[in-house]
């Protein structure tokens, strides 16, 4: 019994420092915030694999071409963006695109992790 008390006690130990560590990776993640959009901005998302171009329609829908999107409609998909996240289970709902996390589309599409972000403001299109 005591050899299964302390396998449970090293278990929780690790889960509970993983939690501590995604919490403060996730206090101290820059990127762009959900309320840092208007409808019509363009974020250009530049991930390891691919270049995704996701322009913002309104509260929760996106317009999104590149990557994945290209490769299996070759077109401009409406979609939502879940959040950010490290590859894990958790995610970071507040975030669009965060550079070091991964972008999760609402239609469960997970880009490679974001190297590059540019936003371009729906003022400067025309």
């Not at 996730?26 to 322009?55: E, F, K």
């Not at 329609?57 to 999104?64: I, P, S, T, W, Y």
Request: with cysteine; charged share 25%.
């Amino acid at each position: 019994m005591k050899s299964k008390e302390t396998k449970f006690n090293q278990t929780s130990m690790k889960v509970a420092h993983d939690l501590r560590t995604l919490v403060r990776k996730a206090a101290g993640a820059t990127g762009i915030r959900r309320h840092d959009l208007s409808d019509g901005d363009v974020l250009l998302l530049y991930t390891q694999n691919s270049i995704y171009r996701a322009r913002k329609l309104d509260a929760n829908r996106f317009a999104v071409s590149g990557g994945w999107f290209d490769q299996h409609y070759g077109t401009e998909v409406i979609t939502s963006i879940v959040g950010c996240t490290w590859g894990g289970s958790s995610i970071h709902r507040d975030f669009v695109a965060s550079c070091g996390m991964r972008v999760e589309f609402g239609n469960r599409v997970l880009t490679s992790v974001l190297k590059r972000v540019v936003r371009v403001p729906a003022a400067l299109l025309n």
